[in-house]
């Protein structure tokens, strides 16, 4: 019996010390600056690409079909409706994800709305979109993902991906092309029941240093980092997805978006944002 003891006690501190290294290694990264180390430079100019305010019966043709790819949602699952009060207009769009919806086989499963891929490499987009969590929405200890922002044909996951578990709202954004790769964490103000919120990312998709990520919530910048932002193994061809992608659970849930923009924007490197406040320790999580 002292043997066994002592054979799963070295197997446990072996176990905590690869998990450690690989954390280490993953989520050091020193071409990474974040909050006030990083600097982004201010908007000069911008063109709105794609808007949908979900005024309309149906949503914008723009958005990519709900089979395209590997499936986005299941009939029915997206639809506009004026039933609760919009965050501008009398529309808004209504998600909802029930269990088993466009499962890929791994335990996963998706209701969302998809930009379309576009050739975004080299340029700075931003991104902005009002969400509602409903008073009855699920705030379990379960995978969920947002609004995520990904990279053609590179994969395991999104580059920033906007995130709410267990009532906790935060950020995660990947350190790209490393031994191995891993993700930074961000904490994100609460999104609360009932009330909408207004996202606003600015993001330069970029395979060098030369790449942002900053991150407005109702107007307040609460994610700045500057580091690579697109895989040098991926496509140029970025989208973004909103709606809710989670493991899989067997309550439904429905999550409501209005006011999508997406727009290109020209920075001016000369007339920089202010600087954030230093960031704060975000809880490191999986
Ligand atoms: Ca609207």
Redesign the pocket.
């Given at each position: 019996m002292k043997k066994v003891g002592k054979t799963i006690l070295t197997i446990l501190v072996i176990t905590t010390l690869v998990l450690g290294i690989r954390r280490l290694l993953s989520h050091y990264d020193p071409r990474v600056r974040v909050g006030s180390e990083c600097s982004i430079p201010a908007i000069a100019t911008q063109q709105m690409l794609f808007a949908d305010?979900?005024?309309e019966p149906s949503i914008q043709e723009f958005w990519a079909e709900p089979d395209a790819g590997s499936g986005r949602y299941e009939p029915g699952a997206v639809a506009?409706t004026n039933e609760r009060d919009?965050?501008?207009?009398?529309?808004?769009?209504s998600i909802t994800l029930r269990e088993g919806d466009v499962s890929d086989g791994n335990n996963n499963e998706r209701a969302e709305l998809d930009s379309g891929k576009h050739p975004f490499l080299g340029r700075t987009i931003r991104y902005q979109f009002s969400i509602l969590i409903p008073n009855d929405f699920p705030q379990i200890e379960n995978r969920l993902v947002i609004a995520q922002f990904k990279q053609k044909s590179y994969h395991n996951g999104p580059i920033v991906a906007q995130r709410f578990r267990g009532g906790r709202h935060y950020l995660s954004i990947r350190t790209i092309d490393r031994v191995l790769d891993g993700r930074r964490y961000f904490p994100l103000p609460d999104l609360v029941p009932e009330v909408w919120h207004d996202m606003d990312y600015l993001i330069r998709y970029a395979t060098d240093d030369s790449g942002f990520v900053s991150v407005k919530m109702d107007g307040e910048e609460v994610v700045r980092y500057c580091g690579p932002t697109a895989s040098t193994q991926g496509r140029n061809s970025f989208y973004n997805k909103i709606g809710l992608y989670r493991d899989r659970w067997p309550d439904p849930m429905t999550i409501f978006f209005?006011?999508y923009r997406l727009s290109e924007v020209e920075t001016s490197r000369a007339h920089r944002s202010p600087d954030l406040e230093p960031e704060e320790d975000a809880t490191p999580e999986d």
């Open positions: 305010d979900f005024e506009t919009a965050r501008n207009g009398t529309g808004c769009v209005d006011d």
